[in-house]
């Protein structure tokens, strides 16, 4: 037991998390989703009548209606606000977790999004009035779709709503594109065993870089990587490729 507590002691110490990644790209971006979506229910809670009618803004597109939702998406668990806010806060660690040990930049778009949306749900719940039945801990809901596709009518939602459903529909582009390019390196493996091994080096070697470059914002001065330099090895590895396949 010991050991076991040891070597995962050892493996969250030396884990590359990417932090000069994440501190300088990713919390910025975060933040700024966070403020955005925080302004918007201030706005609306300030400017608009709750449970009001609802206000054109595009026609048959979008409109405004404000609401207080007391439960999750859909209004779920709406008469349980204690287990709602549980819920939220338990997903909201569990994303703040996963933003922690992801180190593929492409993944930790999505993943920045449904953090932003999830915290700042969390955070709205904590200021937001209560419904006119005076429950408080609700999420301050004024997007709706003025169009029916498979019920978008009856769907009020927020900024912070939208992050995540941004966020689920670029996993899906994520997916869709890791899926083609496996059916393309499956076929260069098969077709050509040498240029497979190349262009899998090449790939390798450049998130190495990246993982290098970006792994803490305190490295010594004569080891330290400048951006420019970061840049120019990258364009280097992707020059390597493009004159190994001009060869064939």
Not at 61 to 66: D, L, T, V
Not at 147 to 164: M, R
Not at 167 to 184: N, Q, R, S
Request: proline share 2%; net charge positive.
């Amino acid at each position: 037991m010991k050991d076991f507590v040891f070597n995962i002691k050892s493996y969250l110490k030396d884990y590359n998390y990417i932090w000069k990644y994440k501190l300088v790209w990713c919390l910025p971006f975060i933040l700024f989703l966070v403020i955005l979506d925080l302004i918007s229910k201030a706005i609306v809670a300030d400017k608009m009548v709750l449970d009001g009618a609802a206000v054109k803004f595009i026609p048959n597109f979008i409109g405004f209606q404000y609401v207080i939702n007391p439960g999750a998406a859909y209004g779920m668990n709406a008469e349980k606000i204690g287990l709602t806010i549980s819920i939220a806060s338990l997903v909201t660690l569990f994303l703040i977790g996963i933003f922690i040990f992801i180190k593929n930049k492409y993944w930790l778009i999505p993943i920045n999004l449904m953090v932003a949306g999830s915290f700042a749900n969390l955070l709205g719940r904590a200021w937001a009035p209560a419904t006119n039945n005076g429950v408080k801990g609700g999420v301050i809901d004024f997007l709706k779709f003025e169009f029916s596709f498979f019920g978008s009518d009856s769907y009020i939602f927020n900024l912070a709503d939208a992050w995540v459903s941004i966020a689920v529909g670029v996993i899906i582009l994520i997916l869709i594109i890791y899926a083609i390019l496996e059916i393309i390196e499956l076929v260069m493996r098969k077709k050509d065993k040498n240029k497979y091994e190349f262009y899998f080096d090449i790939k390798n070697r450049k998130q190495v870089l990246f993982e290098v470059y970006y792994q803490k914002l305190n490295i010594k001065k004569e080891d330290k990587m400048t951006y420019n330099q970061y840049l120019k090895s990258n364009q280097e590895l992707s020059r390597e490729w493009k004159e190994y396949k001009k060869k064939e």
